[in-house]
């Protein structure tokens, strides 16, 4: 049996995950289960796959936890400390799916165990990609992506020749903006902004796509991932989300990753990697989807695009910058505090104020994240609508 930890267990990407992990019980033995503070949703999912330990980030959480698992034999904590502790559990595979840089920290302790890790949230690679490529280089971890278009890559490329490949194509959907004018998105409300038009997900991914802020980090992780130059990656918009990416070689063929728009195909590919495994899903019909479109996105509408480039390209600690001012930016859309054209231009701001050296450790990355933040804030301040 493969042993697992879930970090983030009760997000989309964690219910995603539990849902093939419980579709093949025998096959699976379950240690942690991590939650910010989603009590009954994190108790109900120890139960059913019969965890070792559960664990809550938010201590005051705790109470409620032990309450909802009493009588069960399943080991509970709380507290950030407890679910570094619990992804140090040394499992075989972890599921690292924690929103923000809280993720950091885990999924540092897990990867110190030397096992497989696999990246669902972007701040590991993007705001922290020296420093967590370095630490799985010392203990021989294995990355391996969930996002939907770098596991597509991952299929696709040729590790063993990589000076056979000529460029990586990530496919960005373009969102629910994809062609809206610039005038039309400063009036878009967050309910628009919301409803992505191919995939289910949370309300700040969901933003991020509309901004293609999104791609712009995927930009970023591809960087670190694949040993490509920068100016190999290239970004398309694809509308249908059938194709998540491609990998085309000095020979001019091109290898692409077609699949449904639901995570549990990537989650199954690292789940079972090097092997697959079943899924849910019903296979694709290529003839009911007809056709397959691609545009060339517009950096001019969609300046995230741009200033990703261009974090990628400086380097240092201008990733970890750019990934924390869009945090802040988007919280403060979500609350309605600032228009949506607003979020690139506070990212932008946030970079031209602040030029740290670069980060040679992960106190240093989250000593950059937190500076970027209060800058981004207070620019939030200045442009309350």
Same mark, same amino acid.
């Given at each position: 049996m493969k042993t697992v930890t879930i970090l983030g267990a009760t997000g989309s990407i964690g219910s995603s995950t539990l849902d093939l992990i419980e579709r093949e019980p025998e096959k699976f033995d379950v240690l942690a289960l991590t939650a910010n503070c989603d009590v009954a949703k994190l108790a109900a999912a120890a139960i059913r796959t019969n965890a070792k330990r559960a664990v809550v *980030?938010?201590?005051?959480?705790?109470?409620?936890?032990?309450?909802?698992l009493a009588g069960t034999g399943i080991e509970t904590a709380a507290g950030p400390e407890a679910v570094c502790e619990a992804a140090a559990m040394? =499992?075989?595979?972890?599921?690292?799916?924690?929103?923000?840089?809280? $993720? @950091?920290?885990?999924?540092? *302790?897990?990867?110190?165990?030397?096992?497989?890790?696999? /990246?669902?949230?972007?701040?590991? @690679?993007?705001?922290? +990609?020296? #420093?967590i490529l370095a630490a799985a280089a010392r203990t021989g971890a294995t990355l391996l992506p969930a996002?939907?278009?770098?596991? *597509?890559? %991952?299929?696709?490329?040729? %590790?063993?020749? &990589?000076? +056979? #490949? !000529?460029?990586?194509? /990530?496919?960005?959907?373009? $969102? &629910?903006?994809?062609?809206?004018?610039?005038?039309?998105?400063?009036?878009?409300?967050v309910a628009q902004a919301v409803a992505h038009p191919n995939w289910s997900m949370g309300a700040k991914i969901s933003?991020?796509?509309?901004?293609?802020?999104?791609?712009? @980090?995927? @930009?970023?992780?591809a960087a670190r991932l694949f040993p490509v130059e920068n100016d190999q990656i290239e970004i398309i918009c694809h509308p249908q989300s059938i194709i998540h990416s491609m990998v085309e070689y000095v020979d001019g063929s091109i290898l692409a990753q077609l699949g449904p728009s639901d995570m549990r195909v990537p989650i199954a590919h690292c789940l079972a990697w090097p092997e697959r495994m079943a899924t849910p899903m019903a296979p694709l019909d290529l003839v009911a989807i007809g056709r397959l479109d691609f545009e060339q996105p517009d950096a001019d509408r969609f300046p995230a695009l741009r200033l990703s480039r261009e974090a990628l390209n400086a380097g240092g600690g201008r990733p970890a910058?750019?990934?924390?001012?869009?945090?802040? *930016?988007? =919280?403060? %859309? /979500?609350? +309605? !505090?600032? +228009? %949506? /054209?607003?979020?690139a231009a506070i990212v932008a701001d946030t970079l031209d104020r602040y030029g740290p050296a670069p980060p040679a450790t992960l106190d240093a990355v989250l000593a950059i994240d937190a500076e970027a933040r209060r800058l981004a804030s207070e620019r939030v301040k200045d442009c309350v609508v």
């Open positions: *980030a938010d201590e005051g959480c705790h109470a409620d936890l032990k309450s909802a040394g =499992a075989d595979w972890t599921m690292a799916a924690i929103v923000g840089c809280a $993720g @950091l920290k885990p999924v540092m *302790a897990a990867i110190a165990q030397g096992g497989t890790v696999v /990246l669902a949230n972007k701040e590991p @690679l993007v705001s922290a +990609g020296d #420093v996002d939907s278009e770098h596991n *597509a890559i %991952f299929q696709c490329f040729d %590790f063993d020749r &990589p000076h +056979g #490949v !000529r460029r990586i194509i /990530l496919t960005a959907s373009g $969102g &629910p903006f994809r062609t809206k004018t610039r005038e039309e998105m400063r009036s878009m409300t933003v991020d796509s509309a901004t293609l802020m999104n791609k712009g @980090l995927e @930009l970023i992780e910058i750019l990934n924390a001012a869009n945090e802040i *930016a988007v =919280a403060a %859309f /979500l609350d +309605g !505090r600032i +228009g %949506f /054209l607003e979020i």
